[in-house]
């Protein structure tokens, strides 16, 4: 099967959660590991995150995993 012909179009969203019982244990598990890919991304920019970003970026991450 050939993924990249036709309308086929894969797609890696770190937003999407796997249904389970364990829902807040797993959206608190992938913010941190957003917020940690985040931070080292502006870090290697030589721009580090302040505590204030640091916070604003962990809600808002928290409200987009917890949406249905």
């Not at 894969?10 to 249904?19: E, T």
């Not at 080292?40 to 995993?65: A, H, K, W």
């Amino acid at each position: 099967m050939d993924l990249f012909k036709g309308e086929y179009t894969p797609v890696i969203n770190p937003f999407q959660l796997h249904d389970n019982a364990n829902k807040d244990r797993e959206i608190d598990l992938t913010n941190q590991q957003i917020a940690k890919a985040l931070e080292e991304i502006c870090d290697s920019f030589g721009q580090p995150l302040t505590s204030q970003m640091q916070t604003i970026l962990y809600n808002c991450t928290s409200v987009l995993l917890d949406k249905e």
